[in-house]
T-cell receptor
Framework: NAGVTQTPKFQVLKTGQSMTLQCAQD?????MYWYRQDPGMGLRLIYY???????DKGEVPNGYNVSRLNKREFSLRLESAAPSQTSVYFC?????????????FGDGTRLSIL | AQKITQTQPGMFVQEKEAVTLDCTYD???????LFWYKQPSSGEMIFLIY??????QNATEGRYSLNFQKARKSANLVISASQLGDSAMYFC???????????FGTGTQLKVEL
């Protein structure tokens, strides 16, 4: 009954370091998403993958790259971390085209960049 | 572009009382979906309730109901018989017609008091 699993849960990086956040879902969902949550700003979409083999930019894609490795896995990469990328990152998944189905979220990754 | 506005940064309610959390939205789309999520202090995002733009009846899920007023572009969450465990951050979100993107509001922090 795992749902959406994110790793790691916490990470501290130095400015300029690179890092990949991992996300896997076991619900056979087509669509996957990466959000960031900053205080007072709600969740903002970074990138999404509507289906295996496709990725698209969201509201705040700068400084990030993504890879839809297969139907289950969707990773987020910070190539050169900056303090402005300190945030809580959430991965989510849902059925594509099912407008009444909610997105299911992982527990989040707390990322601090010094 | 879609926009969600939650004007109540914080709310207090007495245990066993009902509380309404406000959400207004702006969109030029005819087809859209509205969601409410709960985020307790532990950080996970929990789906509460969904309302489709063409749904004629207000959605209900247990103690949660959604007061949907399409002409006023509002989708307020009503929690009946508040419990201490309802203390959390609550987010309103809207899905675009393509079903691929959620736009979140900034959230309302609810505190239930004895």
């Amino acid at each position: 009954n795992a749902g959406v699993t994110q790793t790691p849960k916490f990470q501290v990086l130095k400015t300029g370091q690179s890092m990949t956040l991992q996300c896997a879902q076991d619900m056979n969902h087509n669509s996957m998403y990466w959000y960031r949550q900053d205080p007072g700003m709600g969740l903002r979409l970074i990138y999404y993958s509507a289906s295996e083999g496709t990725t698209d930019k969201g509201e705040v894609p700068n400084g990030y790259n993504v890879s839809r490795l297969n139907k289950r896995e969707f990773s987020l990469r910070l190539e050169s971390a900056a303090p402005s990328q300190t945030s809580v990152y959430f991965c989510a998944s849902t059925e594509q085209g099912s407008s009444n189905q909610p997105q299911h979220f992982g527990d989040g990754t707390r990322l601090s960049i010094l | 572009a879609q926009k969600i506005t939650q004007t109540q940064p914080g709310m207090f309610v007495q245990e066993k009382e009902a509380v309404t959390l406000d959400c207004t939205y702006d969109t030029s789309d005819q087809s859209y979906g509205l969601f409410w999520y709960k985020q307790p202090s532990s950080g996970e995002m929990i789906f509460l309730i969904y309302q489709g733009s063409y749904d004629e009846q207000n959605a209900t899920e247990g103690r949660y109901s959604l007061n949907f007023q399409k002409a006023r572009k509002s989708a307020n969450l009503v929690i009946s018989a508040s419990q201490l465990g309802d203390s959390a951050m609550y987010f309103c979100a809207m899905r675009d017609p393509g079903g691929n993107k959620l736009t979140f509001g900034t959230g309302t922090q609810l505190k239930v008091e004895l």
